[in-house]
């Protein structure tokens, strides 16, 4: 269960947060131009809402895709990669469950050997000891352990110091609260408490607020700074700040290497202030504005720090002269009705809540496509020509000439303009020689290229040519390369992770592996183990027998059990020939925008091949739960 933690979600929690956090840095320059830009005319009510749409980018798990987005306006691209580049993907072998049998992840020139079966590659990532990549998701979770470390002693330790105070029980300071509560109609239960040495009037706790006030403010305040203060204190209570401040400074633990959003915090906590201020005023008699305003910079002498469990005032110059400014121009209309306010609101939800949507402009877009055909179809027409000429010249079959055609529509996408020049070159010199190892006047699907027909002169040229088309193979299969989260843009059904667990099994690895064509059939794998076995599932599009894994694994029709789940069609068989194999396969219709997917699990014992030996927890039963899981 740890190592699923560490080795799988939390990476793709890692990445999330990046992606988040490069998005909520923009926001933040966003919101400080608004700011600027309307400065004099949005009231400190909805200036402060600017950062609770902060607050929301960084809590958004998920967004849809907007072309209106900012991050589209900005050019911003989500890929986490651009930020920490990830281990290079390699091209190790993989074992197929059935035997021990492995599906080699061959380069395009040597793929022209084997035309029997579809080729299949694995998305993957080398299991090096040490990587950027894991340094810096170790590092971010130090610093996360150390800073929430810190929070949680500091607020233990006042939390501790506030409760040995006693409640104040003076009869004047009790009577002047309790007049401000009843005015603001304040529905929870609030405790007026000594501060102690807290400078600073403050409000502290959430669940059972505390209005703190210290001796020296009970002698020096006269009743109407009471009446100010009080008012002040209540209204961070009845906006819920300090939940807020929780809830921001949380958020800023986990981004606690993105300066930017440390600054906007401070930025909202000022902010915060402001608004409390005209919250309070709405409270207060016009003419008594100016006396607020005085209190205010009274209690400013004493200032105390900024913990996120507590409501207190800022001492900062810049803020404390824009508090003055506005509390000498506040107006109560102004609290309430705002028509800017909204609008600028609502505006900034729509163009931030959404991310950019993965596409160019359409005019760049429409060139870029021209541009890849012209090269794309001239690359065929060196290599092979048409399908006819393909099968006239190097004995090619129509589903040959298809995969070598595929492959090469990949490649110029995954390849710059020069590169694809190079690699079209180095593969017409391949096939020269391998037509050269290809009896004449032979069906290709029968009669495969020999190495050993090729004089010693032609091998050694293409073993070297072999090496000079490496690195551009190797960079077409790492554009091939997904993440579950970035295959979910290339399939017509959503991925689904399984709520149920066979008891005894830990999700150990999930990769995507896929069938090469134009658009990747791409196959979602997620894979759990124990010690006696694991068993395997598969999402992908409905496939026929030669790229179906069930099929691949149970071929006697007579083994396979059909029925009816919840109205989904199953598909179950058990093999004992050479290992011992259960498999259940579930066709899910289509629906709404979802297309028919199939997802399969394979169960494989590692105990005693060819007899019925299985772990007792993995049964049809349990292998029903699981798929039902799936559907939720």
């Known amino acids: 269960m740890i190592d699923t ?39 400190p009510r909805w200036q402060y809402m600017l950062w609770i749409i902060l607050m929301i980018r960084l809590l958004l798990p998920w967004s849809p895709d907007s072309s209106y987005s900012i991050y589209s306006l900005l050019s911003y691209s989500s890929s986490v990669s651009e930020v920490i580049p990830k281990n290079m993907p390699s091209t190790e072998n993989i074992v197929n469950i059935e035997s021990d049998r492995k599906v080699e992840l061959e380069s395009n020139s040597k793929m022209v050997t084997k035309t029997s079966e579809p080729e299949v590659k694995v998305s993957s990532e080398k299991q090096t000891i040490f990587s950027l990549y894991k340094l810096a998701l170790y590092v971010w979770l130090a610093g996360v352990i150390i800073l929430a470390a810190i929070t949680f002693l500091t607020n233990r330790r006042l939390y501790s110091y506030i409760k040995k105070q006693p409640d104040i ?51 020096v305040l006269n009743e109407q700074q009471l009446q100010y203060v009080f008012y002040h204190e209540l209204a961070h209570i009845k906006r819920n700040d300090v939940a807020v401040n929780w809830i921001m400074y949380s958020l800023i633990l986990l981004n606690w290497f993105n300066p930017i959003l440390w600054y906007a915090y401070f930025c909202m906590r000022e902010d915060q202030e402001l608004a409390c201020d005209a919250y309070a005023l709405t409270f207060i008699d016009k003419e008594e504005q100016i006396a607020y305003g005085h209190t205010i910079i009274t209690l400013l002498e004493h200032y105390s720090y900024q913990a996120p469990s507590l409501a207190n005032l800022s001492r900062n110059k810049r803020t404390l002269k824009r508090r003055i400014v506005m509390i000498k121009k506040f107006q109560k209309k102004s609290y309430r009705l705002s028509l800017l306010g909204f609008i600028v609101i609502v505006a900034i939800a729509s163009l931030s809540l959404f991310n950019a949507r993965a596409t160019e402009g359409k005019e760049k877009q429409e060139d870029k496509v021209e541009q890849s055909k012209d090269a794309f179809q001239n690359a065929i027409d060196m290599l092979y020509g048409t399908e006819e000429n393909a099968k006239k010249e190097y004995h090619y079959s129509a589903r040959v000439y298809e995969q070598k055609t595929d492959y090469i529509y990949l490649a110029e996408k995954a390849l710059t303009k020069d590169e694809f020049q190079q690699y079209i070159k180095l593969s017409k010199e ?24 090729l004089s010693k002169a032609d091998r050694d040229k293409l073993y070297a040519l072999y090496d ?25 059904f959503q991925i689904k992770k399984p709520t149920y667990t066979i008891e005894g099994y830990n999700l150990k690895n999930e990769n995507v592996s896929y069938f090469i064509k134009r658009r990747p059939e791409l196959i979602i794998n997620l894979e759990y183990k124990n010690g006696k076995g694991n068993y395997a599932i598969s999402q992908s599009q409905v496939f026929g027998e030669s790229k179906d894994t069930f099929s691949h694994q149970f071929i006697l029709p007579e083994n396979i059990e059909q029925y009816e789940l919840e109205g989904n069609q199953i598909f179950y068989a058990t093999d004992h020939s050479d290992s011992n194999l259960q498999g259940m396969k579930m066709i899910v219709p289509a629906k709404g925008k979802d297309s028919a997917y199939q997802i399969v699990i394979i169960n494989h014992s590692l105990e005693k091949q060819g007899e019925a030996v299985f772990d007792k927890n993995v049964n049809k039963e349990e292998l029903e739960k699981v798929m039902l899981s799936m559907l939720k």
Not at 10 to 39: N, Q, Y
């Open 5 to 43: 933690l560490i080795n799988v979600y939390l990476p793709h929690f890692f990445d999330w947060l990046i992606e988040t956090s490069l998005m909520a840095s923009i926001l933040v320059g966003f919101i400080l131009c608004i700011k600027i830009l309307f400065r004099n005319k949005l009231t």
């Open 169 to 219: 029980t003076d009869e004047q300071v009790a009577t002047v609260f309790n007049r401000c509560k009843q005015s603001m109609k304040m529905k929870k239960a609030v405790s007026l408490r000594l501060a102690g040495k807290i400078a600073s009037p403050t409000v502290f706790s959430f669940f059972r607020p505390k209005v703190l006030l210290s001796k020296k403010h009970m002698k």
């Open 430 to 453: 391949i096939i020269n020689i391998q037509k050269k190892g290809a009896p004449r006047d032979s069906d290709y699907e029968s009669t495969f290229f020999r190495e050993e027909r």
């Open 468 to 492: 000079q088309a490496k690195p551009f193979d190797d960079k077409v299969y790492e554009s091939l390369n997904y993440t579950v989260k970035e295959a979910q843009q290339h399939v017509d």
